[in-house]
Each structure stands twice: as structure tokens, then as C-alpha cells.
């Protein structure tokens, strides 16, 4: 049987959420709470990667076991095991075929900025010692609704096998000092959402044009981007799928 496991967690002390030979990862350890709790070997597939140090708020995982499961008493089990910074959320019986990963339609990450320095938030949001043209940072954001092809924010190495994306939002929302930008598509290239934020941040900063913006987007060169945004800022934060699969409990997105 399979089932969906929805997962929150702080990356702030693993490096991602792959499996990797010599680094802590948030699939290593939650793969080993699994085994443990269901007494035989499990290794989970995620929604997607996340990279060293960026969180979750929603992730989804899926696994298989022989036996039909007690939802509420393995995520109660699942929970006494788990270290503290990965949360099992729910656990959900699905279709034979579903995957976390090539059966979600739409993916979307959060990115949190802060203008006020605060030591309660340096592993959980960017600090801006300067303030920025969010009204500007927006415009350029809208740009990329018109765009399906995102090379020019991707990283250079990788098994992609091409980097269109059809993208869905892309907004900066400001309260007070804090900054979040949404953004959701249906699939994102490795680093794609970081490089994002680094080049609308020098949109905000007057450091590129709109028009700029747009060039740079048009010019599918990795080269013209601005550097990565630091990867405290970022969170996974919801992961979207079509009901049927669900074979108990359909999910509510």
C-alpha cells in the first residue's frame, strides 16, 4: 500500500532534504524514523528537493508498506520519534501509482524578508539593512507570468531536461517591516526561486530596471542573474494534488 506523508520541518541544520553521503538530511532522518516505526526498510520520495538550510511549512512524501496503516497512530508514533525540528502533519492512503512528486500540478515557496534586525529571525528570514522599492520589485514580478522559459534562473549543472515552467503568481505582500514573496507554479528548476528573489531585490534596490528585468529573463543566459538570495529566507510552503488520488482523507489544499 502507499501512502502520502505530509511533513513541515527547519532546515536549519540539515543540508537539504536529499539523501547524501556525508551531510545530514532531512530524507535521512526522517527515513530512518520510518524504518524504525514500521520495521523494515523505507526510503521515502519527496514532493521535491529543498536546499541546505531552506524549510518547509508543507512537504510530501510517499512510501510503501505491506500492511494497511493506522493514520492517526503512526503519525502520533512517527512524532515521539522525530527530532524536533521535522513535524509529521498527516498521513494519507493513496492510489497504487500516485507519486509526491510527478503527480503534484502546483508547487508554491515562500520567501521571508525582514527590514528590522532581529536575532529571533536570522535563521527564518533575510535582513535588509535598506529598504526597497517593493511597488517596483512587484512590477517586475508580474513580468514573469509572461514567461515560460526560465534558463536564465537555473543553475548550471543538472539533469533538467528542459526549463519551461508555467508560472501561476508572483507577488511581494509588505507588513510593516516584513517583506514575503509568493510565488507558485506548477514545477521550479533547481536554485530557480532564489535566483528570483536575488535579481528582484536589485529591482528593489534601483540597482536593475523593469525593463532590465525583462531582458534578463528574455536572455536565457544563467550569467545575467543576480546572485542567489540566502536560503534562510526560503520555505516550501504548500504542494498541491488532484483529489483522486486520495484514497481516505482527501487533502483540502
Known sequence: MRYFLEIAYDGTRFHGWQLQPNALSVQEVLDDCLSKILRQPITSTGSGRTDTGVHASQQFVHF????????????????????????????????DDAHARFDAFARTYHYHVTLARDPFKRYYATYLPRSVDVARMNEAAAVLLRYKDFTTF????????????????????????????????????????????????????????????????????????????????????????????????????
Open 64 to 95: 510503501d508498506v505491506a500492511q494497511e496503516l493506522d493514520t492517526e497512530e503512526m503519525v502520533y508514533r512517527f512524532n515521539r520519534l522525530l527530532p524536533a525540528d521535522i513535524v509529521a502533519r498527516n498521513l494519507y492512503l493513496v492510489a
Open 154 to 253: 537555473s543553475k548550471v549543472k543538472g539533469d533538467t531536461k528542459h526549463y519551461n515552467c508555467d508560472m501561476y503568481e508572483a507577488v511581494w505582500q509588505q507588513e510593516g517591516t516584513e517583506l514575503v514573496f509568493t510565488i507558485r507554479a506548477n514545477r521550479f528548476l533547481r536554485g530557480m526561486v532564489r535566483l528570483v528573489v536575488g535579481t528582484l531585490l536589485d529591482v528593489g534596490r534601483g540597482k536593475i530596471t523593469v525593463a532590465g528585468f525583462e531582458q534578463i529573463i528574455a536572455s536565457q543566459d544563467r550569467s545575467k542573474s543576480s546572485g542567489a538570495a540566502p536560503s534562510e529566507g526560503l520555505y516550501l510552503a504548500r504542494v498541491e494534488y488532484p483529489e483522486h488520488i486520495f484514497k481516505t482523507s482527501p487533502i483540502t489544499n
